[in-house]
């Protein structure tokens, strides 16, 4: 049996702390798309991890914004394998469209989000 790399997103990779958020927010590099936005900041020497953000003014309701995390992070989750091991922090900020995009237009925005940030490597051929 070939064993296959997980595709959780561990605890260990997830950002949690308003402090942790907060420096990124105050350090990082911020890219915009069509449906979200991604703060990134490159921290060498640290475990990559990430954060998901669905405030009530931008998203809406609690029910749109737990829709809107959970989308993001089943997109993420997908891609984590991809995001190198160490040196990334990284928060997506959902917007309205998260809600409403197409499954498809929202994987693609968030993988050329990682891209521009640096924090996701080509597929292997």
């Given amino acids: 049996m070939i064993a296959t790399a997980s595709e959780r997103l561990l ?3 997830r950002l949690t702390r308003g ?3 907060a420096r990124v927010r105050g350090e990082g590099m911020t890219y915009r798309g069509r449906t979200c936005l991604l703060m990134a900041l490159a921290a060498a020497g640290e ?5 998901f953000i669905a405030s009530k003014r ?3 309701g609690a029910v749109q914004r737990n829709r809107a995390r959970r989308r993001l992070r089943e997109i993420v989750r ?3 394998a991809r995001v190198p091991p160490q040196g990334y922090l990284l928060v997506f900020i959902a917007s309205r469209r998260t809600l409403d995009a197409p499954h498809q237009m929202l994987a693609t925005d968030v993988e050329t989000l990682l ?4 924090a996701l490597a080509p597929l292997p051929d």
Avoid: E, L
């Avoid at 891209?115 to 640096?118: L, R």
């Fill in 78 to 80: 997908r891609r984590w």
């Fill in 58 to 60: 931008g998203v809406g």
């Fill in 115 to 118: 891209a521009h940030a640096g």
């Fill in 47 to 51: 475990t990559s991890r990430v954060g």
């Fill in 19 to 21: 402090r942790d958020h």
């Fill in 11 to 13: 605890p260990a990779n």
